[in-house]
């Protein structure tokens, strides 16, 4: 799975959307990588919601 961490690129990214205990980062429909907010060692949510917006040049989205 690491792998497509690696080969997957910011400029890909077509939106991303925001549930209670993810971000979901999707490529296409049937390229999503989920990730989990409780994961993080370093950093908060927050702060990689802000690195995610302004990298992939995206407004996150609150899942429905």
Do not use: H, N
């Not at 979901?24 to 950093?43: C, D, H, L, N, Q």
């Amino acid at each position: 799975a690491s792998d497509v961490y690696k080969r997957q690129r910011y400029e890909g990214v077509s939106w991303i959307k925001e549930t209670e205990q993810y971000y979901m980062i999707f490529w296409t429909r049937s390229t999503v990588i989920p990730v989990e907010k409780a994961g993080f060692y370093r950093g908060t949510p927050s702060q990689f919601k802000a690195f995610l917006e302004k990298k992939c040049q995206k407004t996150i989205m609150k899942a429905r």
